[in-house]
C-alpha cells in the first residue's frame, strides 16, 4: 500500500496570494470550482494502492480539519490533518510526523507542494519509483522549462541515461538545467535515516553553540535533503510533460484555474457547462455552480469559474476570471482576467479588467510569471485586477491592474493600484 502527503503550509506563507489568503486558507482557494488541493486528492484517488491521504501544515482553524473530513467521504479514503505548532520546513513537517505515516508499513509515500496545478501522472510516477529507485532513495517529478525561467525553481541536473540526480540548485544564480523540480516526490520510508541525520547535526550544533538556543528543527526538504544527497544515487527523476504550474501570486490562479477547466474538458467534461437555448453563452470552457443565477444575456468564457449564490445580470461579460460565491455582477458589466471576491459587488456598466502574464503560447516550455507583484522598483507588475471580500464597485467605473482590499468601497476609476 501506498500513501500521499500534502504539504498545505500556515497562514504567514502565501503573501503573494493576499488579499485572498486573508478569507481562506490557501490551499482551500477554489481552482476550477474546487479548492486547490482537492485536484491533488483527485489524482491520488486514482492509485489503486493508496491507502491514506495526510495533510500536514500550521494552520490551526476547523476549516482544514472540515475539509479533510469532507474528502474522506467523498473519496472513501482515510484523510488526516496534522498540526504543526512551529513552521517545520519542507522535510521537518514529515519528520516529525513519521510515525504517522509509516504506521501500517506503507511501501512509499507520495509527497507534493500544495501551490502547484497539474495533470499529474501518478501511476507513471510511482511505476518509475519501483524500478529505479533504491530502497532509501527519493523519485522527484521533474518538468522542463526555458533556460530564462529556469532559475527560478529548484533545477535538476540529472544522468539522461539513467535518470539519477547528479546535481540540485534550488534557485540559483545562474542558469544549471532546465530541469525544475516541479514539488512531487515520492519518499521511501527509510529515507528518513536521511533527515534523521540532518536533525541531529541541526540539533548537535545548535547544542554546541548556544546551549539555551532551541533547536533548529526546520528542516528543508529541497536544500538539507535532496541537494547533498545528489550524486549519491539515492535520488532519481521522473519527468512529465504533462501541463504544471505554481500557484503562487492570484495572477497564477487565473493560468491555473484555466489549465484545470481545460483538464475537465478532456476527463469530466460533465462539470463543464454547455450552451442550451434560454440560457446564458458560453463559450469555450466554463464551469458554473448550479446554485448561480445567471441571465441568459449573459456571455461568458473563456476559462471561467462561477461560484455558489453568485448573480450575473443581464448583458454582463466574463472572461478569464473566477467569481467567487455570492458575488453580484450588475447589467452589462464586463469583467476580464480578474477575481471578484465573495459577497463583492461590480456596478452596472463597470468594467473591471487584469492584464495577465501569461506564458508565451509560441514557447511551449515558458511557464506562468509567479514573481512578486511588485517589480524590482517596487511598481505593480503586470497582472490581474483582484476584488478582496465584499468589495464595491459602482456603476460605470473602471478599475483596471488593481489589488482592492476587502470591504472597499470605490468612489471612482483606479489604474494599477492596490487600493488599501
Ligand atoms: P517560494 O518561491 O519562496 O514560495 O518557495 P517554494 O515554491 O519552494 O515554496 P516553499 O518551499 O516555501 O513551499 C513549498 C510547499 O511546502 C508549499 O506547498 C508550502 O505550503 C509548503 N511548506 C513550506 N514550508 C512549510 C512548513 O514549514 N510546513 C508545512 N507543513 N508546509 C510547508
Redesign the pocket.
Known sequence: MVKAV?????LQ??T?FRPLSLEIP??LFPIAGQPMIQHHFEACAKVPEMKEIIL???YDSDQMRRFAQKMQKEFSIPVRYLQ?HE????A??IYHFRDQILSGSPECFFL?????CCDFPLVDLLKFHREHTPADGITMMGTDANRKQAV???CIVENSDTHEVKHYV??PETFVSSII?T?VYILSPNAFAHMSTVFRQNYEGNYRDRPMSPVRD?I?L?QDIISPLAGTGKIFVYKTSRFWS?I?TAGSAIYANRLYLGLFRQTCPERLTVNEADQPTIIGDVRIHPTADINPTAMLGPNVYVGPGVVIRAGARVKESIILDSAELMDHCCVLHSIVGWHSVVGEWARVEGFPCDPNPNDPLARVN?DTVFNDEGRLNPSITILGKSVFIPPEVIVLNSIVLPHKELSGSYKNQIIL
Open positions: 500534502i504539504l498545505v503550509g500556515r506563507k502565501g503573494r490557501k490551499p500536514i501544515g500550521g504543526e513552521s517545520l520546513g519542507t521537518g513537517g507534493f507542494n500544495c501551490d502547484i527560478n525553481y529548484g534550488e534557485k523540480n514539488g526546520s528543508s529541497e505554481q503562487k509567479s
